[in-house]
């Protein structure tokens, strides 16, 4: 929808930027790129009869949304530079559209969009370069959601469009490996390859792209280690490898990513240790990570990660306890830990993230008393998870939120919270004043001559 919009407003554009600072009307295109584009139109869509419709379709009064124009500085000629497809108002693609190889013949083409184009025609990405010139300087190519687009990514597309900055191949059944040419494409600055059939592993040619600042290789089939080189995306602020089949440790280099804000590297076949310098990462603001056979303790450093807001961990058989350092994450709105083999007390220091509204520690082995007051119980509610944790209770005071909680009261003596609420006690220390009193009522019953056994049900 975002995406929608965005090309709406930017469709709206066009006519402005076609019709700037040019006072020497009327400029007309170059024949055989005008035939070029015709043909591209006809490849993709019905929607209009290209040729006899607009028989000069960079003229700005009479251009289709979707087609942006500029002159050319070194002729007195109108050019194409960019081509959007897929969404009203641009140009909607026909049940027949294939992948028109002659777009990269458009010699001034800096931008193409193909959003939902290819959708019942299978085809592949195919590139025809013009004879004796060469390749257009394209900025920006950007194919989405074309369920029928299948094939390989040419090497092709890799070595002739080193200018591009933006390349976009997601929600497609591209497959085959991503291969090492890819490091020729140093302009780039978001590469996203995301939702579809990528096999092999991620090339250590693609940390040579020191421009990246965006890089989604995710829900493919990758496999294999991330090379150590990617380190040096010094610049990268987006790094989404989940749902791949990467394996082995995550390489120690990671550390260097000082700019990164967002790490998602959930549903791989990651596992031991974390790199140590994880916590340098004083930008990362969430770092998902679901679904991994770790089987490791929890790490201390994600307390270092001070800007982190979600924080997700889950089935990965994390052991341990929860680090007290957890607390420290003043920002954190989610922490999803549910289904490892979590152990010991929750630390009180959660109680204190006031900005926390979803906590998740579901099926650990948790124990002791629960360190949260009613007013963060009723604060988050339903995203509250601490089900299955077979040792954890509540407060007696709190005793009225046990059953929406679905853990048990802690067996102890009213007695022993009278005027405290606020900092709730770990179950040491509940064990030692459980004692105290039984040695009391012990006392008081030899005392009093009368049935200790009574006592000792009133109060447990
Ligand atoms: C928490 O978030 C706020 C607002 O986004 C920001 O100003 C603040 O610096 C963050 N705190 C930390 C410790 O990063
Ligand atoms: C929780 O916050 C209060 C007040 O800000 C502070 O005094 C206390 O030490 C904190 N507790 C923990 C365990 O961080
Ligand atoms: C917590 O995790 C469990 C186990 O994965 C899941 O079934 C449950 O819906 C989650 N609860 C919340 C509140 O997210
Ligand atoms: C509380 O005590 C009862 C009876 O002794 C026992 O059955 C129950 O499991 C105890 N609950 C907890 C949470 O320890």
Redesign the pocket.
């Known amino acids: 929808m975002l995406i929608f919009l965005l090309l709406i407003l930017l469709s709206c554009t066009i006519h402005h930027v076609s019709t700037t600072n040019h006072p020497q009307p009327p400029l007309t295109m170059d024949p055989s790129e005008l035939q070029t584009l015709y043909t591209i139109m006809e490849t993709l869509s019905s929607d209009r009869k290209w040729r006899t419709d607009y028989p000069n379709p960079c003229k700005p009064s009479s251009s289709w949304v979707g087609i942006e124009c500029k002159p050319g500085v070194i002729d007195s000629h109108l050019h194409v530079t960019r081509l959007d497809f897929g969404t009203t108002p641009n140009p909607i693609c026909k049940n027949t559209a294939t992948f028109p190889s002659q777009i990269f013949q458009l010699p001034y083409l800096q931008s193409i969009f193909f959003f939902q184009c290819f959708t019942h025609t299978k085809t592949t990405i195919s590139i025809s370069l013009p004879k004796n010139k060469s390749p257009p300087s394209l900025l920006q190519l950007s194919l989405r959601s074309n369920p029928t687009l299948i094939g390989s990514i040419p090497s092709q597309l890799f070595s002739a469009l080193t200018s591009l900055q933006i390349l976009t191949v997601s929600g497609s059944k591209i497959s085959g490996v991503i291969t090492p040419e890819i490091l020729n494409l140093r302009s780039l600055i978001h590469l996203d390859l995301s939702y579809n059939q990528l096999t092999g592993p991620i090339p250590d040619e693609l940390s040579d792209l020191g421009n990246l600042i965006g890089l989604d290789l995710s829900y493919n089939s990758l496999s294999g280690q991330v090379p150590r080189t990617i380190g040096q995306l010094g610049m990268l602020q987006k790094l989404d490898l989940s749902s791949n089949m990467l394996s082995g440790k995550i390489p120690d280099s990671i550390e260097k990513l000082s700019s990164l804000v967002f790490m998602a590297l959930s549903n791989n076949r990651f596992h031991g240790k974390l790199p140590v310098g994880l916590g340098k990462l004083k930008g990362l603001e969430y770092l998902i990570m679901d679904n991994n056979p770790m089987s490791i303790e929890l790490p201390t450093e994600f307390g270092e990660l001070s800007k982190l807001q979600e924080l997700r961990l889950a089935n990965s058989g994390y052991s341990g306890e929860i680090p007290g350092s957890f607390s420290r994450l003043s920002n954190l709105t989610t922490l999803s830990l549910q289904n490892n083999r979590l152990t010991g007390t929750i630390p009180v220091g959660i109680a204190n993230l006031s900005h926390i509204y979803h906590l998740n520690l579901s099926r650990n082995w948790l124990s002791g008393e629960i360190p949260f007051d009613s007013r963060f119980l009723k604060r988050l509610g339903k995203n509250l998870d601490l089900s299955e944790n077979n ?1 954890l ?1 509540l407060n007696p005071l709190q005793a009225i939120d046990s059953a929406k909680l679905g853990v ?4 102890r003596s009213r007695n022993a919270r009278v005027g405290d609420s606020s900092s709730p006690l770990k179950t040491s220390e509940g064990c030692v004043i459980r004692m105290h009193l039984f040695i009391v009522f012990v006392v008081l019953g030899l005392l009093e001559n009368s049935n200790i056994h009574l006592f000792y049900y009133y109060y ?1």
Request: aromatic share 14%; hydrophobic share 15%; proline share 0%.
């Open positions: 040792e209770c048990g009261v802690c067996n447990y």
